[in-house]
C-alpha cells in the first residue's frame, strides 16, 4: 500500500510520500515514490505513485526517456510542457498509455490489475505552483482554494488531522509538522504504509528542486512528535466533559 501527501501553501508546496510496497505480510520492499524533474530557473516538477509498482515504475521510465534531448526521443516531454496544466495533461497520457499497454488484449477487467494513481505538482516560468492528481484513465483535477491538498493511497486514516489543522496561510514547518501527524495516524493504523518517509519542500518562485529529506525510523523529531500526539489526545479525551449513563 502507499501513502502521498501533496500541499499548496500560500509560500509553495510540500510533498510528502511513504516508501513501502508489499504483496503480503511476509513480502514487504522499499521502493521510492517520489520522482523530481527540473531545469533550474525554468521549472521544477515532482510527482508522487500509488497502485501498482509496475505501473508506476513504467510511467517514470517513459517520463524519463521522453526527457532526453528532443534528436533522442519523438514523444513530448515534460521538460518543454508549456505549463503545470500541460505536464499535467502528458502524464495523464502517459499513465493510460502504459495501462492499455499492459493490460494487452484482455480489456478493461485486466486493466483494473495495473491501476495506478499519480499526484504531479510544480511550477513552470510565467506560472504559479500547480498541484494536481491524475487517474488513471488519465483525466486530473487540480487543488484549489477550497481544496488546497491531496492524498493518494491509504488515505481515510490520516485525513482528519489534516483537514482540521492545514491552512494554506501556515508556515513550511507547520506543514510538515501536520504532514507527519498525519503520517503517524495512518502508520499506527494501517501496517502496509510504512517508514522511511521522503519529503521535498518547493518554494514557490524558485524553479529549482527544494529540500529533499528521508525521514528514517531512527528520526529523533518524527519518534517524539509520535509520543507527544499520543499524549495530547489522551490528555484531550480526558478533558471532554464526562458522559453520563443516569436518565
Known sequence: MTYCIGLKLDRGL??????????????????????????ENERCITM?????????QAVVSL???RALPAAERGSPSILEASSMYQVAKLVGETLREV???????SGPEAEAQFSAT??????????????????PEGNFVEAGEETPFFQIGETKYGKPIIVRAF?????????????????????????????????????????KTGLLRRIEESDPYFSELSAGWSDALRDAVQSMPPYSLDD
Open 167 to 207: 491552512s494554506p496561510e501556515m508556515s513550511f514547518e507547520d506543514a510538515i509538522k501536520v504532514m507527519m501527524l498525519s503520517f503517524d495516524s495512518t502508520l499506527k493504523a494501517n501496517l502496509s504504509v510504512g517508514l522511511p518517509l521522503d519529503l521535498h519542500v518547493y518554494r514557490a518562485g524558485s524553479l
Open 63 to 65: 517520463l524519463n526517456e
Open 14 to 39: 510540500v510533498f510528502m510520500s511513504d516508501t513501502r510496497t508489499n504483496a503480503g505480510v511476509d513480502n514487504i520492499s522499499v521502493f521510492r515514490k517520489m520522482f523530481h524533474w527540473e531545469k
Open 99 to 105: 495501462i492499455r499497454e499492459q493490460a494487452g488484449e
Open 48 to 56: 508522487m505513485t500509488a497502485g501498482n509498482l509496475a505501473t508506476t
Open 118 to 135: 499519480l499526484m504531479v505538482g510544480g511550477q513552470v516560468k510565467g506560472g504559479d505552483p500547480r498541484l494536481f492528481m491524475v487517474y
